[in-house]
């Protein structure tokens, strides 16, 4: 596929995902919703990609959030979000395979928004994040407000969320919102660690892992997880896999195991 606001490359098993409009800091504009759909659409179909990576192109943006220039040219404000939400990403809910977001400079409005709803945030210490829309009139409808008071607890979102504050990344981390902090010269050894260290693992159990955890929280304690996990279809998928077979097997013979990801 060829686009225009983004760049998409596979290396391996892995989709690397690059927002591309640098000289508007990456915001989001019409056709970039359209063609993140795309792509994560084609990420989510290709049996034979494993693992996604978005990130940012240059150096002081990952994600400004919406271009608010081709807003305001916009008749319409609440025109709609692409099928699976903000950056085609945000209202994903069956999505399985894991993402990372890899954030060098802001990430603040939709664009941390889309961070949010990646499963790994990897980020350089001259990163920014905060959820802005307030300032301009607006709510973080992209799932900010949920995603962040989920996943940092009530009063420290409500800090950021009430405010229009944006933080630095190791306030950030601190928080526990940035999975790893690293130093602009360490970030492309970071990122390839990670995917290293994931495709190490099964893809299936990868998956069954990251689906266990999304739909048990959706559960009303940690006994209803637990006893409702084996009804989930990629983790009764893996249950009975290739993978699950290989993997005892590659043990006793003490060699690596060789994933089919079925």
């Keep these: 596929m060829s686009f225009d606001t983004i760049i998409v490359e596979k290396e391996g098993k892995v989709t690397r995902i690059v927002l591309n409009r640098p000289e508007s800091l990456n ?112 709510v973080a409808v992209g799932g900010g407000v949920h995603r962040l008071s989920r996943q940092i607890g009530l009063k420290q979102a409500m800090g950021l969320i009430l405010s229009g504050r944006n933080i630095p990344a190791k306030q950030a981390f601190d928080l526990g919102v940035v999975t790893q902090l690293v130093e602009p010269e360490n970030f492309e050894d970071s990122i390839q660690q990670w995917c290293s260290d994931i495709l190490r693992c099964a893809p299936l159990a990868i998956q069954a892992s990251k689906e266990a955890v999304m739909k048990g929280l ?27 077979r290989e993997g005892p097997k590659a043990f006793s013979e003490k060699r690596l195991p060789k994933w089919s990801g079925d």
Excluded at 43 to 59: K, M, P, R, T
Excluded at 73 to 100: H, N, Q
């Design 27 to 138: 915001a989001i504009n019409p056709q970039m919703h359209q063609e993140l759909q795309s792509a994560f659409d084609d990420f989510a179909n290709d049996s034979s990609q494993w693992l996604a990576v978005l990130e940012g192109a240059g150096q002081k943006a990952f994600c400004a959030g919406s271009d608010l220039k081709a807003m305001a040219r916009a008749d319409d404000l609440t025109r709609p979000y692409p099928l699976s939400g903000y950056g085609g990403l945000v209202e994903r809910y069956d999505l399985f395979k894991p993402i990372i977001a890899a954030v060098d400079g802001y990430a603040v409005g939709g664009g941390f928004e889309l961070a949010l709803a990646c499963d790994l945030i990897i980020a350089t210490s001259r990163s920014t994040f905060g959820l802005p829309e307030p300032l301009i009139g607006a």
């Design 218 to 244: 959706d559960e009303i304690d940690v006994k209803s997880a637990i006893s409702a996990q084996e009804s989930y279809p990629i983790f009764s998928k893996m249950q009975n896999s290739n993978d699950r």
